[in-house]
Nanobody, 128 residues
Framework: QLQLVESGGGLVQPGGSLRLSCAAS????????IGWFRQAPGKEREGVSC????????KYVASVKGRFTISRDNAKNTVYLQVNSLKPEDTAVYYC?????????????????????WGQGTQVTVSS
């Protein structure tokens, strides 16, 4: 079974940047669409971004468009989320999830439809 591990979170000031990583083990990532989600205290988990298995399709929710960039390196079995110009409202635990092919085009930002495997999350805190 595919396993995912997120890393790269931390404490940053408003306007700062981080690069989050989603690394796969036990299986290759190149067959999966990968979504990034986040959950702030007291709020529901929400979709942030998605990248298709080939990397040819990317999607972002409006609140992060222009600030976040998703990418993947299938040779390294890793998906990245570059988060720039961070705001306090970006504070959340960030999760990656492996999904069925066509998830990005058909279901994102759904948290359930087509989602197969979740990572454990990495904390991003934006505070002055």
């Amino acid at each position: 079974q595919l396993q995912l591990v997120e890393s790269g979170g931390g404490l940053v000031q408003p306007g700062g940047s981080l690069r989050l990583s989603c690394a796969a083990s036990r299986f290759t990532l190149d067959y999966y669409d990968i979504g990034w989600f986040r959950q702030a205290p007291g709020k529901e988990r929400e979709g942030v971004s998605c990248i298709s298995s080939s990397g040819g399709l990317t999607k972002y929710v409006a609140s992060v468009k222009g600030r976040f960039t998703i990418s993947r390196d299938n040779a390294k079995n890793t998906v990245y989320l570059q988060v720039n110009s961070l705001k306090p409202e970006d504070t959340a635990v960030y999760y990656c999830a492996a999904s069925l092919q066509y998830y990005c085009s058909n279901y994102f930002p759904s948290k359930s439809n087509g989602v197969a495997t979740w990572g454990q999350g990495t904390q991003v805190t934006v505070s002055s």
